[in-house]
């Protein structure tokens, strides 16, 4: 199968199967006039790979696992070298590091948030006047703890008053 029936096959463009390729996702034959030549194997591992990136693996990870499944676990639980991995799941350990890191860019992201929230509160009320509700607003109730989206204020056009720099100048004359 030609890279462009592959691609629609599967829900991606052809030049995100080039790129997969670039990154050793995928080992594709190619034909005598040197056509991509897509089998099923490689559709099904093609699969593998679209749904590992959906569920919010890197390419590095992807890769990781890819790897793990064609060498396999250790034999059995004693035959690995000490320090080698002999999880019988080649994903398990990847997924549990990348929840991880997902876990610590939250952490971080909230911190930033409230460092925001309280520095609008704190530095730009003279500037900017009062913080819009949202900044400060915890969860709302029932909507999956997320912060609640309540319109900022306008006066002149943009948030926290402003307006055109010509009918600021207006208004003062």
Request: aromatic fraction near 4%; glycine fraction near 12%.
């Amino acid at each position: 199968m030609r890279i462009g029936d592959a691609a629609a096959l599967v829900g991606v463009t052809p030049r995100a199967l080039r790129y997969y390729e670039q990154r050793g996702l995928l080992r594709v034959r190619r034909n005598a006039v040197g056509h991509r030549d897509y089998d099923e194997a490689e559709l099904r591992r093609l699969r593998l790979v679209r749904g590992l990136l959906e569920a919010g693996l890197t390419v590095e990870d992807a890769h990781e696992i890819l790897a793990r499944l064609r060498t396999g676990p250790a034999a059995a639980p004693g035959a690995a070298a000490p320090g080698e991995d002999t999880d019988p799941c080649p994903a398990r350990r990847v997924v549990h590091r990348r929840l991880a890191a997902l876990d610590e860019d939250i952490a971080l992201l909230r911190r930033r948030r409230d460092r925001l929230a309280a520095q609008a509160e704190d530095r730009f009320a003279a500037v900017l006047g009062p913080a819009p509700p949202f900044l400060n607003a915890g969860p709302s109730p029932g909507a999956g703890g997320g912060p609640r989206r309540v319109q900022p204020r306008r006066m002149g056009g943009v948030p926290w008053g402003g307006g055109s720099l010509r009918r600021n100048a207006a208004r003062s004359a």
